[in-house]
């Protein structure tokens, strides 16, 4: 009896040759339609986040006054490979030898405690954060009023130190043209209780969604 042999079997073939130049044309017009769109995405994404990663730091600053009953400050400084703003956090503890301010005081670091620190060598160490994930300046630009300002100093009850002359009053992070349509301007408004409140500049001050004058 004669066997159908695997290549004969009915209702199978292979794939031809315009088959498989048909089908890589469909994959060739999705990759080049879905890889941009998805780029873009990913980009508006990470702008759209970029105000909580440095609500953040204001956050942590804070916290770490209270938490410590010590005086604590967050420094912004520009990220080389972004343009944005990396930011730290040091805390420090007053002395009758020295206050803390942006000239006296024992400051923590990343490597160490304050050397005013309770706890000695196992104190709280400086959290430092880079804006490496942060979408570049050119689609998200950072700014700080007033302009050039870039500390903000916590007492002990948590509230901003008002007397520092750098100090940020607020931060805006202004979308690109080409991203206006998805990423809105916001800003983050740190008012003197110490709280960093996110709002949109756009927008009058009546409107509950613009920020304070």
Same mark, same amino acid.
């Given at each position: 009896m004669h066997q159908l042999t695997p290549a004969s079997r009915p209702g199978q073939h292979g794939v031809t040759l315009v088959e498989l130049l048909v089908t890589m044309t469909i994959f060739g017009i999705m &990759?080049?339609? !879905?890889? =941009?769109?998805? %780029? #873009?995405?990913? &980009? +508006?994404? #990470?702008? #759209?986040?970029?105000?909580? /990663?440095?609500? $953040?730091? /204001?956050?942590?600053?804070? #916290?770490? +006054?209270?938490?410590?009953?010590?005086?604590?400050?967050?420094? &912004?400084? =520009?990220?080389?490979?972004? !343009?944005? &703003? $990396?930011?730290?956090?040091?805390? *420090? /503890?007053?002395?009758?030898?020295?206050? *803390? %301010? +942006?000239?006296?005081?024992?400051?923590?670091?990343? $490597? +160490?405690?304050s050397a005013s620190d309770p706890e000695g060598a196992a104190g709280w160490k400086s959290v430092f954060r880079a804006a490496d994930a942060l979408p570049p300046a050119e689609i998200l630009q950072p700014t700080t009023q007033p302009v050039g300002s870039n500390q903000v100093y916590y007492t002990p009850l948590g509230w901003v130190d008002p007397l520092f002359a750098g100090r940020v009053n607020s931060l805006r992070l202004d979308p690109s043209t080409a991203y206006a349509a998805d990423v809105p301007p916001v800003a983050l408004v740190v008012t003197l209780a110490g709280m960093a409140t996110k709002c949109n500049p756009t927008l009058p001050d009546t409107d509950n969604r613009g920020c304070p004058p």
């Amino acid at each position: 009896m004669h066997q159908l042999t695997p290549a004969s079997r009915p209702g199978q073939h292979g794939v031809t040759l315009v088959e498989l130049l048909v089908t890589m044309t469909i994959f060739g017009i999705m &990759l080049a339609i !879905g890889i =941009p769109n998805a %780029s #873009r995405w990913l &980009l +508006a994404n #990470r702008a #759209r986040g970029a105000s909580e /990663f440095y609500a $953040d730091g /204001f956050s942590l600053a804070r #916290r770490q +006054a209270v938490a410590h009953n010590a005086f604590s400050r967050i420094s &912004l400084t =520009p990220n080389g490979n972004t !343009g944005q &703003l $990396d930011w730290q956090v040091d805390i *420090c /503890f007053a002395t009758q030898a020295a206050q *803390c %301010s +942006a000239t006296q005081g024992a400051w923590s670091t990343t $490597d +160490a405690p304050s050397a005013s620190d309770p706890e000695g060598a196992a104190g709280w160490k400086s959290v430092f954060r880079a804006a490496d994930a942060l979408p570049p300046a050119e689609i998200l630009q950072p700014t700080t009023q007033p302009v050039g300002s870039n500390q903000v100093y916590y007492t002990p009850l948590g509230w901003v130190d008002p007397l520092f002359a750098g100090r940020v009053n607020s931060l805006r992070l202004d979308p690109s043209t080409a991203y206006a349509a998805d990423v809105p301007p916001v800003a983050l408004v740190v008012t003197l209780a110490g709280m960093a409140t996110k709002c949109n500049p756009t927008l009058p001050d009546t409107d509950n969604r613009g920020c304070p004058p």
